[in-house]
């Protein structure tokens, strides 16, 4: 799972295999580590929610959860559709989420890129595409 923060906005992008454990287990997660200290990390989670209606955010010490309506992310797994979108309300504002298959790269131009970056992707639905 990929975490992107810019601003007020918050996107994760799940390979396919992940998005498998999610619908099975619940709940995938990854942690960051900013120093040795074991307290100097973060986490973050996706999570499914039976009862849930809406996309929603859960922010703790050290970690940031995602929830999503189970019936939805069962439902997007299980298409083509590529993400999920939610707004949610913050002090100042709002919280734009977004959570996305993850897609192979299409742009092969720089040579010192690694196939690690495609492992555990969806193929791209551009792949094979003339410009």
């Not at 989670?45 to 992310?73: D, F, H, K, M, N």
């Not at 790269?105 to 495609?118: N, R, V, Y």
Request: aromatic fraction near 6%.
């Amino acid at each position: 799972m990929k975490l992107r923060i810019k601003g007020d906005s918050l996107r994760l992008r799940v390979g396919p295999a992940e998005m498998q454990r999610l619908i099975e287990t619940g709940r995938i997660a990854e942690t960051i580590h900013f120093a040795p200290a074991p307290e100097a990390s973060l986490t973050y989670t996706l999570e499914t929610a039976e009862q849930a209606e809406t996309i929603a955010v859960r922010y703790a010490s050290r970690e940031i959860a995602v929830l999503l309506p189970a019936a939805q992310a069962r439902a997007w797994a299980e298409n083509a559709e590529v993400g999920l979108y939610s707004s949610t309300p913050i002090a100042n504002g709002l919280l734009e989420v977004s959570v996305e298959k993850d897609f192979a790269c299409l742009d092969k131009s720089d040579l010192d890129k690694s196939d690690a970056e495609d492992e555990d992707t969806y193929p791209h639905p551009q792949e094979g595409a003339v410009c």
